[in-house]
Structures are given as C-alpha cells and as structure tokens.
C-alpha cells in the first residue's frame, strides 16, 4: 500500500523582502524538499506494483492471461486432517440449481493462486475450483470463527472501488457450512481488472477443513447453475465485460516434485508450451459441474464392468485424487495391491450367496434384479450399485442395507469375470479377494512404493479415446516422519442416481493431461501435459 502522503508545505511565509541570494536559496531548498518527496512517493509506488507483479502475473503479447499456481507438498499429516475434514463434511451432490456444493479434498489441495481484490489490490491465496462457482474470501467481520483468524480478510472499508450489496448466504458442506454476504468489488487476476465481481464475504467458517487449509478461500470456475445467489462466475464476467481472446481457460498442473512452478492457469486460451499433440473435446453433459459422459475404466485392456455402459465424470481442480465407485476402485486395488479393510458382510455375501448370483447371471437375469430376486434387497431394479455403498466403506449404516449393497457389488464383479468366461471357482475366488481390498473406511489404501514398476496401466475411456495413467502417475508419495509412503491415486466415492454413478478427475488426472474448459463452445478437452 501508499504511505499516506503528507501535504507539501508551503514556503516560508517572509514578514520582509529578502535578499536575491537568500530568496533564491530558499526556493531551491523548498523546491529541493519536493523533489525528494515525489521520488519517494514515485520510489514506494514502483515497489508496490512490482510486489504485485510478482504475485500476479501479467498477461503476454500473445493475448493470454496467466496465472502461476503455488505448488505444496503432500504429507501424512494433511491427509490425516482430510480425513477428518471428510467426517465432518460428507460429500453429497445435489441437482443443479441446489445451493449445496461438495466439498472434496480441499485440504489436500495441492495447487494455489493468488488474486487481488480491491482497489489497491488485498491479495489472497485461493483454489481455483473447477468444482464449484462462487468466490469467497473471510471477511473482517468475521470474528467467532477460528479459521478467519489464520488467514487474510478482506477490509472493504480499505477499498475505493467497494459497493455494497448486503445480501446474505450460506454455502452447505455437507453437515459444514460456511455463511456471509455479498459484497461487489474490482478482482485482478494477473493484470486483468475484472469490475464490479460479486463475491461473498464469509463472517462463519465452522468446517475443521477450512482451520487447518493452506488457502485464504476458494474461487469457484463452475457453471452460474450451481452458485449460490446466483453470482456470476469469475469467467462469465470476464465473457461479459470482453476481456478474454477466446472463452477458454486451461490448467497445466506440474507434476515434477522437484519443480519450483506448480504450473499455469491461463485464461483466454491455451498455451502450446503445456500439451503435446491435439486436444480430444467431449460436450458438457449437464452443466453446472464441468461434467461429461465417460465410459469404461480398464486396467492392462480389461474391462472393470461398472462403466461399461456409461458413467458421468467431472473434471475438478479442487481435488487431489481420482474418486470413483466403489466396485471400481476394489478391482483397482485389488489390481495394484492396495491393502483395506475385510469387509465381513461382503465376504459372508459372497461365500453363501454367489453360487446363487452366477446361476441367476448365466441364466440371463437383469443385474439390476438378482440382490432383490435373492432377498438381500428391499427394492427391485431401483436402488443402484452405488446406493448405499458408503454403508459398506464408512460402517455409517448397518442391517439390511450393508447386505443389500455388497450383493450388489458382487454381481458387478461375477458379471464382469462371466465376460472374460472364466470358471466358477475362480470367479468366486476373485470376487472374495475383492472383498479384501475395499479402500479403508476414508477412501484411500496403501500400496508397496517397491511395486511400483510391476503396477498395471489404466485407461479411462473418454470420447472413445482411451486415456492412460501409469503407476507414476496414479500413486501419490507422501512425506511422513522423513519417509516416503505411498498411496493409490484411488478413493472411494459413491454418489446416487440420478447424479450418478460419478466419477471425479482431479489433479492426478489434470496432471497427466492438459486441460481446458471452453465456456464459449460447452465442451472440455484433454490433451497429454508436456
């Protein structure tokens, strides 16, 4: 900021005419005095803008904005913490127009930016969340929430560009929330002004998630469909007031642990230093979320069944991880040797009722019908594979709905084994150890760091193009106590009709391929990242 500049004082008022030599000594020495303020204040003003220069990074002659992204480590300790954060914030996905947003693995971000807000700019540190559309920062008047108290807070009466708007909100998270008002002020993203952006003040931030994040508040790049008070996003006021080239934005996420950037934002469109080859562009599929239909997870080329006819998927920056089905994520492990958790019920579903599920399966049953033909399941052909899974992986629920969804996963597995026409025994072999490897009651499991070389590849197939992960890609090192740990790039993650079954691709993914959100065409792309 300025100093405050103190008012130039006058000239010496003389009660007689001096002489020549002292009235021009005088002037000078006055005329010196101002001289040296100005180039004070010129000095201190040149500082401020290059402090901001170097945290707000200016936009290029080829017409894109860009924007550095901040890169930390990930260690057992933050995962620990989001652990907690998950607890305390379950993750449910409403319809789009619902003000309930999910709040997934904030904690374990790794990837921040700074922006500016005001006029002169308060800076802040946020995630660019592709999973959400509405920026907020803590407010000064927050004072009864412990996290405002471990970040920066925004003073509006420090801003000439301030307008008032007043209006009240709430954001839910799950059992968290965080609430506030609105306020308009001018956002400076690189060096580009956007005027007049709504955002929300936050005066409440209760989630355990927001205490312990490294970030001062989150700035939302969704859809205007799921921001709450219908704010604008960030991007559509930048469409409305045409300070883009192209209505794009692009991430390229920095996967080199050794490397001091952690990659770019650009907005406007992308920049061919991040990719290689063509990007393959798939269609907005419900807007709101940047979601898109996807279809079959392979691992080595085989098929893991769930997604064979279909799944939706959202492309977040504001998760770490890769989140998926359940009955997905158990052949993932099983695959790479994760170790979780024996699941009694599964394993008791499997030993005295998968003989029953091949025989209905061979003889042409619906899937959908075989747990309710059985009698494990309440409803016949409705309830979904992912319905009531988290009952299995988070011992939340317990009785006929832990029953009921673990047939429900066997059939996925038989089903799929049926394909590859292996025999009874083994069919019934796989789907047991598959009960083995559920991911832990919070979504995540451990591998061998040593095994690393001997994992398979897998492939998403996106746009009936197969995009593949390597072992380096999907297994996330840790830092614990000086040593490394390694877990799967995998969790657990189950949503129900109609949203789902859902896939979340976040930085392990958004890592492995550039990726950009073309609000102007409703479509997104992926390319391999240079």
Excluded at 289 to 308: E, K, P, R, V
Aim: charged share 20%; proline share 5%.
């Amino acid at each position: 900021m300025l100093p405050p500049s103190s008012s130039t004082p006058p000239p010496p008022r003389l009660h007689h005419r001096p002489s020549s030599s002292s009235w021009k000594q005088a002037r000078c020495s006055w005329f010196s005095g101002m001289m040296r303020r100005r180039q004070l204040l010129l000095a201190t003003a040149c500082l401020w803008a290059l402090s901001c220069a170097s945290l707000l990074r200016a936009s290029t002659p080829d017409g894109l904005l860009r924007v550095s992204l901040n890169k930390n480590k990930l260690d057992r300790e933050a995962l620990a913490a989001a652990k907690v954060g998950r607890q305390h914030d379950s993750r449910r996905l409403r319809a789009a127009g619902g003000d309930e947003v999910p709040l997934i693995d904030y904690l374990n971000t790794q990837y921040f930016g700074v922006i500016g807000i005001g006029t002169p700019p308060q800076n802040f540190t946020v995630i660019f969340d592709t999973g959400s559309s509405n920026l907020w920062i803590p407010s000064s008047k927050c004072y009864f929430s412990i996290a405002c108290y471990f970040h920066h807070k925004y003073k509006s009466s420090k801003s000439s560009t301030y307008k008032s708007d007043g209006e009240t909100c709430k954001i839910t998270y799950g059992s968290g929330s965080i609430s506030g008002f609105f306020s308009k002020d001018n956002v400076l993203v690189g060096d580009l002004v956007v005027k007049s952006q709504k955002f929300i003040e936050t005066t409440r931030e209760p989630s355990f998630s927001f205490i312990l994040g490294k970030f001062d508040g989150i700035l939302g790049l969704g859809y205007p469909e799921i921001s709450v008070g219908k704010a604008p996003p960030i991007w559509q006021s930048m469409e409305e007031q045409k300070l883009l080239k192209d209505n794009v934005f692009s991430f390229w996420l920095n996967r080199n642990p050794d490397a001091s950037s952690g990659g770019e934002l650009v907005f406007g469109g992308v920049d061919p230093k991040h990719f290689k080859g063509n990007h393959t562009y798939v269609p907005v599929s419900r807007k709101g979320y940047w979601q898109f239909n996807m279809g079959d997870l392979l691992i080595d080329g085989h098929s893991t069944g769930f997604c064979a006819k279909g799944c939706a998927a959202i492309a977040d920056s504001g998760t770490s991880l890769l989140a998926g089905p359940t009955a997905i994520v158990a052949q993932v492990n099983h695959a790479i040797g994760a170790e979780g958790i024996i699941s009694t019920e599964c394993k008791e579903v499997v030993s005295q009722y998968g003989e029953m599920i091949l025989n209905l399966l061979i003889a042409q049953t619906d899937p959908q019908k075989v747990c309710s033909q059985i009698g494990l399941c309440m409803f016949d052909g409705i309830q979904s594979v992912s319905e009531g899974i988290e009952s299995v992986v988070g011992k939340e629920n317990l009785g006929s709905d832990v029953m009921c969804t673990a047939c429900q996963m066997a059939v996925v597995w038989i089903e799929n084994q049926l394909r590859e026409n292996k025999t009874k025994e083994i069919i019934l072999q796989y789907a047991n150890q598959l009960c083995e490897r559920l991911p832990s009651p919070n979504g995540e499991s451990t591998v061998s760091c040593h095994q690393i070389s001997k994992m398979p590849n897998l492939s998403f197939t996106i746009a009936n193009k197969s995009f593949t992960l390597t072992p380096e890609q999907y297994i996330v090192k840790l830092e614990q106590g000086g040593q490394t740990v390694c877990i799967s790039g995998f969790m657990a993650f189950d949503i129900p009709p109609p949203r789902g079954p859902l896939w979340i691709l976040g930085d392990v993914f958004m890592g492995a391929y550039h990726t950009v959100f073309d609000f102007g065409k409703d479509r997104i792309g992926f390319a391999e990242s240079a």
